[in-house]
């Protein structure tokens, strides 16, 4: 069985500041990890990805996560925080041969101050 | 370039109503999904279809059916809502492989549903 867990279910900086959401995960198996951004009122959107190779990924919008397998840990982190940052996260994960299991983490709402 | 398109957005229903929501992808993917949202329980896999014809349960599927009679579309039904329906229905698509290879959801911007 798989799982995420998203510590902070609400984070606020100021902007310009730096982002650093958390995401931890379990598997028993070599995971495939997501994080996807939601904004209000839409789907979620992809934000970056790890499935093998280079540990550290850069995603979209100058998001970058490392994938640390001693510390099951996927981090999501932005250098300095725009007012359009603000929106919800989620961390997910599967597993190669996985057809269906992407489970989800609960959630983080990030909100930027200006 | 369209993507993922749910119908309705919005729905209030009575209990023991029931309904239909639609999802149409033109991306031409093979797997597809249905998830609900609750608040802080993230997302939450209903049912899912590796291609047109089939379908399998997820997580949640209890007062749920589904059905993939075109490639392009994945229906998702009602039959006797109840008020723990509630919730913010997305629908998701995928690549010929599905998440085998890390192919990511493509998500439809969500049918927001209250059963009262």
């Known amino acids: 069985a798989q799982s995420v867990t998203q510590l902070g279910s609400h984070v606020s900086v100021s902007e310009g500041a730096l982002v650093l959401l958390r995401c931890n995960y379990s598997?028993?198996?070599?995971?495939?990890l997501f994080w996807y951004v939601q904004y209000p009122n839409q789907g979620l959107q992809l934000l970056l990805k790890?499935?093998?190779?280079?540990?550290l990924v850069k995603g979209i919008n100058g998001f970058e996560a490392e994938f640390k397998k001693s510390e099951t840990s996927f981090h999501l982190t932005k250098p300095s925080a725009h007012m359009s940052d603000a929106a919800e996260y989620f961390c997910a994960v599967t597993y190669s041969g996985s057809a269906r299991q992407l489970t989800f983490g609960s959630g983080t709402q990030l909100t930027v101050l200006p | 370039n369209a993507g993922v398109t749910q119908t309705p957005k919005f729905r209030v229903l009575k209990t023991g109503q029931s309904m239909t929501l639609l999802c149409a992808q033109d991306?031409?993917?093979?797997?597809m999904y249905w998830y609900r949202q609750d608040p802080g329980m993230g997302l939450r896999l209903i049912h899912y279809s590796v291609g047109e014809g089939t379908t399998a349960k997820g997580e949640v599927p209890d007062g749920y059916n589904v059905s993939r009679l075109k490639k392009q579309n994945f229906l998702l039904g009602l039959e006797s809502a109840a008020p723990s329906q509630t919730s913010v229905y997305f629908c998701a698509s995928s690549q010929g492989t599905g998440l085998r290879n890390g192919s990511p959801l493509h998500f439809g911007n969500g049918t927001r549903l209250t059963v009262t």
């Open positions: 991306m031409n993917h093979e797997y």
């Open positions: 598997s028993s198996v070599p995971p495939y």
């Open positions: 790890y499935t093998t190779g280079a540990t």
